[in-house]
């Protein structure tokens, strides 16, 4: 399995953004898959997983109702729509699948497959 992450930019606060995955080889052989995001001197943090078999989703308390979390089983593409975006959403913003089931959300750890970051600044 191959990640690409993409969107990444310079925003402002109260702006928007729409993070792209691409999962080559992905198709059905994975358990969950979703986005992490590590600032600067700060620890990894899950921000929005989604779980392939029922669409069960999960968010970082701090990007509920701002961010969605969407797949697109067709293209093998996942998104990460922002909005309303934060001085504080600041990070590398990095891809991830766990193909086993055993990862941790809230981490990261034992996601096995991570794409390149793509970097989110939210700057006046």
């Known amino acids: 399995v191959q990640l690409q992450a993409s969107g990444g930019g310079l925003a402002q606060p109260g702006d928007s953004l729409r993070l792209s995955c691409t999962a080559s080889g992905l198709t059905s052989d994975y358990y969950a898959i979703g986005w992490f995001r590590q600032a600067p001197g700060k620890k990894r943090q899950g921000v929005s997983i989604?779980?392939?078999?029922?669409?069960?989703?999960y968010y970082l308390e701090s990007v509920k109702g701002r961010f969605t979390i969407a797949k697109d089983n067709a293209n093998d593409t996942l998104y990460l729509q922002m909005n309303n975006l934060k001085p504080e959403d600041t990070a590398v913003y990095y891809c991830a699948a766990d193909r086993i089931g055993m990862g941790n959300w809230v981490t990261g750890s034992q996601f096995d497959s991570w794409g390149q970051g793509t970097l989110v600044t939210v700057s006046a």
């Open positions: 989604i779980r392939r078999s029922d669409d069960h989703t």
